[in-house]
């Protein structure tokens, strides 16, 4: 059975610069219809701050266009209008209203180089600009922005500033989004280093930056580096701001969705239940924020099998993105998808599909054709068809999804890799196993050189090739190929996770076709007992 995709949030050090209602030199005094624009001015732009801190974009949005307004009164190019401009192009970008925020990004920008090109206020700018472009996976574009910005940052501030970690943070992001993590270490740990130094700084910035560095862990496989890290961030967020502050949510949902990848989900359901709490306290019942924890407890219940609640939990958080940003943002298609899932795994095709189908209209709509969100809800509408026997339809998208991937992504990212896989898979079902081997070997290829040797995903690769192979009567090849994904599986998952059980059965399964029964038994007596789940390409069927 191919993957099926459920968009988890994972939750990111803030990585936009918003621009403050910061005053600009005057060499005489102005007079007073000036001052009281320059007083409706700042008050739009703190109080646009302090709603868009709230997660009340619609709001933001309103307050900031009153500041663009009052800001257009001293001129087209004065600093205040760039300053409106960018923070306006923030709010677009988090609405998902890309182009939008790409053409006001761009003219704050080019309003500070004319007017301040000294000013590091034009690193800001190239950040925010470079967020527009990293939110779409343009990480091209986006990556010699954000470097130009280290570069005024740098120049203007120091080598030391916060604003210099966050950019820093920021271009890590794009490197690891790529699964370039090697280049994005260095990075996190320098600005980490920044944070920990840096004096006038918000008190909960260097546990932010641990948290980046456990997600770059976390994505590596490195689970037991990740761990120590969420900790840590949890420790500092809560003493620098108490332990029910909304910021402690960060750290205790990273630290839960990292247990939850490992299978220790009686672990991280009361961390998930905790930051529901603390976000519904703290926030309010309508917060985008606390959606997006309830969607990841939903990822929990649905791989504990608890579709009612995962059902509840996804419906809810749907409701509230609907509420709160409105019918067309893409948090809703991501809300739909997710929603999707519950319905696939518990074998409710229509709805799935209906679900899915819904998504894709609102992405289509609102994204580019080659938007991640949109290649997700692709890759679960293939999953689905493939599931009811239209394989037709399934490799149709399956291919799309592939060339999309490899065309933003590159040839060897991971994320190609599982298209691999679950193209293979729909050969698979049809008995093409000549066309689907390639394939296949290609994914653990792919997986072993973007992951190393010790990831979940890899011992899931290998357990599919084993299958195949198994299926084709290559029995002893099946067995090397179980047998490492077995290696690894035990090395990257909790001993009680359902993927080590399903591969752990089929490895018992083809040592015992191969009449080393005894070896069979060793390996099942090993077991704990886990909740039934889905085998994926299990070799005995």
């Known amino acids: ?96 209203r890309y182009a939008e925020a790409e053409g006001l990004c761009k003219r704050a920008l080019a309003i500070w180089e004319k007017t301040h090109p000294d000013d590091p206020q034009i690193g800001s700018a190239l950040n925010n600009l470079a967020e527009v472009y990293a939110a779409q996976e343009r990480y091209a574009e986006a990556e010699p922005l954000y470097r130009r910005a280290l570069t005024v940052f740098e120049q203007g501030w120091g080598s030391t500033h916060p604003d210099l970690a966050v950019c820093l943070s920021n271009l890590a992001n794009v490197y690891r989004n790529q699964g370039k993590f090697a280049e994005a ?59 029910e502050h909304p910021e402690v949510a960060m750290p205790l949902g990273n630290l839960a969705d990292l247990y939850r990848l490992q299978g220790r989900y009686s672990e991280a359901e009361p961390l998930y239940r905790r930051t529901i709490e603390i976000q519904e306290k703290a926030l309010g019942s309508e917060h985008p924020l606390l959606a997006r924890s309830l969607n990841n407890l939903g990822a929990l219940r649905r791989e504990q099998g608890h579709y009612d609640e995962a059902e509840a939990l996804y419906s809810r958080a749907l409701a509230i993105w609907e509420h709160s940003l409105g019918p067309d943002h893409p948090e809703v298609a991501r809300g739909l998808t997710n929603l999707g899932t519950v ?9 799935a599909e209906d679900s899915f189908n819904r998504a894709r209209s609102i992405a289509e709509k609102v994204l580019a054709p080659d938007d991640p969100s949109l290649v997700t809800i692709l890759d679960d509408l293939a999953a689905l068809y493939d599931a009811e026997h239209r394989y037709a339809e399934a490799e149709t998208i399956d291919r799309q999804v592939l060339a999309l991937r490899e065309r933003t992504l590159g040839p060897s990212h991971r994320s190609v ?16 196993l000549t066309e689907a081997e390639p394939l296949m ?27 195949l192979y198994y299926k084709q009567g290559r029995y002893a090849e099946a067995e090397q190929s179980f047998a490492r994904a077995f290696s690894v599986a035990q090395k990257a998952l909790s001993p009680n996770h359902p993927r080590l059980a399903a591969i752990r059965r089929n490895y018992a399964v083809c040592l015992r076709k191969l009449d080393r029964a005894a070896e069979a038994d060793a390996l099942e007596a090993r077991r704990i007992a886990t909740p039934d789940q889905p085998v994926q390409m299990d070799p005995s069927n």
Not at 203 to 210: Q, V, W
Not at 441 to 467: C, K, P, T, Y
Request: aromatic share 10%; net charge negative; glycine share 8%.
């Open 185 to 243: 270490e260095p990075l996190y740990q320098r600005a980490l280093a920044i944070w920990d130094k840096s004096q006038g700084m918000e008190p909960t910035d260097s546990a932010k930056g641990l948290d980046n560095l456990g997600l770059l862990y976390t994505e590596k496989g490195q689970y037991a580096a990740a761990e120590p890290l969420y900790r840590e961030s949890l420790k500092r967020t809560e003493k620098a701001v108490g332990s």
């Open 441 to 467: 070997q290609r994914a653990v290829s792919i997986f072993e050189q973007a992951l190393g040797g010790d990831h979940s995903d890899l011992a899931q690769a290998f357990n599919n090739l084993g299958g």
């Open 343 to 351: 319905y696939y795994s518990d074998h409710r095709y229509g709805e």
């Open 1 to 96: 059975m191919p993957s099926i995709w459920e968009i988890s949030v994972k939750l990111l050090y803030a990585a936009v610069l918003l621009i403050s209602a910061c005053s600009f030199p005057r060499r005489t005094t102005p007079p007073p219809e000036e001052v009281e624009g320059l007083k409706r001015w700042g008050a739009a732009v703190a109080e646009g701050q302090e709603a868009y801190d709230r997660g009340e974009y619609v709001k933001a949005e309103q307050l900031w266009r009153v500041a663009l307004q009052a800001a257009e009164a001293f001129g087209p190019d004065n600093p205040r209008v760039a300053t409106s401009l960018s923070n306006l192009g923030m709010v677009y970008r988090h609405e998902g």
């Open 417 to 432: 890799a599982v298209v691999l896989n679950n193209l293979a898979a729909v050969y698979v079902a049809q008995g093409r």
